[in-house]
């Protein structure tokens, strides 16, 4: 059932240091439905459907300014697409890329070392307990944090990884984030045909409102804090586009625990079914939280 294989890498920096070395550990793995809360995500098929991130992505790196030759830490960089934005515009800088997924880290590293010459390298590791100190000039982020349920470890790692007068740009999913859809997610995870696997399961995300985040990054040691949260409604071209997007990122940790690909199928098909009624229809009711701040001198 599983396909894995596993490489320890240490790598070195051109130009750097010399004492700083990269300790890269990935591994590949095929996608386990079945199993509970796994870590994994399915990243060919998120590299090809991830509009929606890839465009909320493209507007919070058009707000960086940079000047070329910082070393930067993309957390949660998934399959890499907004990586190679951020290295096109760093010719002199150097960026690590870190997934807790091994799909992913791997999916990057194939699509982007050999076109940096060694200045993209992508690291499988949790941003809770990052292997990095004072190490980063910034931190760039886009869609990963609600996926990590605590946030006042999050900045303290990220805190701790950042140089002094570093700084964290990053959004992801807050307020009320997709509430539409996880009201319809928990009334039919209630019925007979799905509680047995979903009736108890807790939602994978945490949806911070931006007081909330604001307070967990002072609590963590940051300044110049502004968070703030904006609507991002985005429509799927069709119920094929819809369906895709549940199953591949947003509702994949819900569908891997179903048993069988028929239940998964009527799950995912449901809440097809009551979005086809939706007005604009197909349309996910995203919100976004931004996130500015930055690490004292
Ligand atoms: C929706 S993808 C976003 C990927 C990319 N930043 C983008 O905008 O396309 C979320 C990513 O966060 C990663 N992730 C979730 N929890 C994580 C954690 N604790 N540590 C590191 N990465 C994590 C997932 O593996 C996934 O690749």
């Avoid at 994978?204 to 968070?227: C, I, K, M, Q, Y």
């Avoid at 569908?255 to 229809?281: G, M, N």
Wanted: with cysteine; proline share 4%.
């Amino acid at each position: 059932m599983w396909t894995i294989f596993s490489v320890i890498l240490t790598r070195r920096w051109p130009q750097s240091s010399g004492s700083v070395r990269l300790k890269v550990s990935a591994s590949a793995q095929t996608i386990l439905p079945e199993s509970p809360n796994s870590r994994e995500w399915n990243a060919a098929e998120y590299h090809r459907v991830s509009a929606p991130q890839f465009q909320w992505g493209q507007r919070v790196l058009s707000a960086l300014r940079l000047r070329g030759d910082e070393s930067l830490l993309d957390a949660g960089c998934g399959t890499g697409k907004l990586t190679r934005i951020l290295l096109e515009n760093l010719p002199r800088g150097r960026v690590v890329g870190v997934d807790l997924s091994r799909n992913m880290a791997l999916h990057a590293r194939k699509n982007l070392e050999a076109d940096f010459s060694g200045r993209a390298r992508f690291v499988v590791a949790d941003l809770v307990t990052l292997p990095f100190h004072n190490r980063f000039d910034g931190i760039f982020s886009t869609a990963s944090f609600h996926w990590i349920r605590d946030h006042d470890a999050l900045f303290r790692s990220l805190y701790e990884a950042l140089r002094p007068k570093g700084w964290l740009h990053a959004q992801c999913g807050g307020g009320p984030n997709i509430d539409r859809l996880r009201q319809r997610v928990r009334a039919l995870a209630q019925t007979s045909e799905f509680s047995n696997w979903l009736g108890k399961f807790q939602e994978p995300w945490f949806f911070s409102d931006a007081e909330g985040a604001a307070a967990h990054l002072r609590a963590a040691g940051f300044e110049n804090v502004v968070t703030g949260l904006e609507e991002a409604a985005y429509s799927a071209r069709g119920r094929r586009e819809f369906e895709g997007y549940l199953k591949t990122f947003v509702l994949h940790r819900h569908i891997e625990l179903l048993p069988t690909e028929t239940v998964r199928r009527d799950f995912v098909e449901k809440l097809a079914d009551a979005a086809a009624l939706d007005d604009p229809p197909w349309t996910l009711d995203y919100t976004r939280l931004n996130l500015r701040a930055s690490k004292p001198g």
